[in-house]
T-cell receptor, first 118, second 116 residues
Framework: GAVVSQHPSWVICKSGTSVKIECRSLDFQATTMFWYRQFPKQSLMLMATSNEGSKATYEQGVEKDKFLINHASLTLSTLTVTSAHPEDSSFYIC??????????????FGNGTRLTVT | AQTVTQSQPEMSVQEAETVTLSCTYDTSESDYYLFWYKQPPSRQMILVIRQEAYKQQNATENRFSVNFQKAAKSFSLKISDSQLGDAAMYFCAYRSDTGTASKLTFGTGTRLQVTL
């Protein structure tokens, strides 16, 4: 089946620094990828839709200058958390859908990245 | 905007027994897709079952089945013969069929405990 790889799985950074999270579709080309954020014991909240070759579409309330998304190729989307603060500590998950799949096909999720900002 | 509600933060079931997790949603659309995802402690999201709104027949996948009530906007998950490996967070999710690039809206989740 389709595989989505996310790296790193766990990262610790200091306040004020930036951290980049990568999301790769390993065996298919993903024109669209989705970035979700999950706080402890809470649901997944969509942050943005990453579109290959164009600007990402951000959900209401998500700061686009703080969460930079780049989707430069059909297999890679990156999320950069800039000037990180402790409140950015969270679990970030990316997902993608195989374009050729039927409409009812599910999203394929990465394993997630646990970000801790100290 | 669509909303998904899971009213049971936690549920418990004994091994080999049956449990039903509730999910309701709000939408003005007639065509859409519904999913149940499982998230074990590893945090990996795993698809459990899916349902197309235009299908009246309830989806089943081995020990997992749904009770889809379109008029009531209800989409419950039944787990039969519960196993220890079923213990996880379960999320109900909605996806529009109107070209919104497969965006999923998740419910708040139900934590399922399986006891011996």
């Amino acid at each position: 089946g389709a595989v989505v790889s996310q790296h790193p799985s766990w990262v610790i950074c200091k306040s004020g620094t930036s951290v980049k999270i990568e999301c790769r579709s390993l065996d298919f080309q993903a024109t669209t990828m989705f970035w979700y954020r999950q706080f402890p014991k809470q649901s997944l909240m969509l942050m943005a839709t990453s579109n290959e070759g164009s600007k990402a579409t951000y959900e209401q309330g998500v700061e686009k200058d703080k969460f930079l998304i780049n989707h430069a190729s059909l297999t890679l989307s990156t999320l950069t958390v800039t000037s990180a603060h402790p409140e950015d500590s969270s679990f970030y998950i990316c997902s993608a859908r195989v374009p050729s799949d039927r409409d009812n096909s599910p999203l394929h999720f990465g394993n997630g990245t646990r970000l801790t900002v100290t | 905007a669509q909303t998904v509600t899971q009213s049971q933060p936690e549920m418990s079931v004994q091994e080999a027994e049956t449990v039903t997790l509730s999910c309701t949603y709000d939408t003005s659309e007639s065509d859409y897709y519904l999913f149940w995802y499982k998230q074990p402690p590893s945090r990996q999201m795993i698809l459990v079952i899916r349902q197309e709104a235009y299908k009246q027949q309830n989806a089943t996948e081995n020990r997992f089945s749904v009770n889809f009530q379109k008029a009531a906007k209800s989409f419950s998950l039944k787990i039969s013969d519960s196993q220890l490996g079923d213990a996880a967070m379960y999320f109900c999710a909605y996806r529009s069929d109107t070209g919104t690039a497969s965006k999923l809206t998740f419910g708040t989740g139900t934590r399922l405990q399986v006891t011996l």
